[in-house]
């Protein structure tokens, strides 16, 4: 399968990765590395204490290396959560459950297929 492919399955947008970073090479340095380095296990330890600040800081992150690589679907998803808790004090509590189920759900099928691709 071929990146452009694989950004389709995904519901990504390749053309705006490609314009981002440029070529294929950097494109698939970056999703090794997103696959390899970056982890949800904040968002979830986060959610599961109902610590709206905790999981606006993760959310913030994953929004932003998302839309660096133009994952369009897990953007959408952390962008959401992102906003559904921006401005809640630290020590604020919010239910999101349904949202953070369906944001790891989304994260675990991108990793899952991008390590597939990749041959990681």
């Known amino acids: ?31 090794r590395k997103f696959v390899t380095d970056y982890k949800i296990d904040a968002l979830i330890a986060a959610a599961e204490a109902g610590d709206a600040h905790g999981i606006f800081e993760a959310c913030h992150s994953l929004k932003g290396v998302a839309g660096n690589l133009a994952l369009t679907n897990l953007y959408d998803l952390a962008s959401a959560l992102t906003e559904k808790t921006r401005g809640l004090s ?11 189920l369906a944001l790891s759900k989304e994260f675990q099928r991108t990793v899952d297929l991008i390590k597939q691709v990749l041959g990681l």
């Not at 399955?9 to 390749?14: P, R, S, T």
């Open 1 to 31: 399968m071929s990146l452009e492919e694989l950004y389709k399955e995904l519901g990504a947008n390749y053309q705006e990765a490609k314009t981002r970073l440029m070529n294929d090479v950097l494109i698939t340095k970056f999703l």
């Open 90 to 100: 630290e020590g604020s509590k919010v239910e999101v459950k349904g949202e953070v």
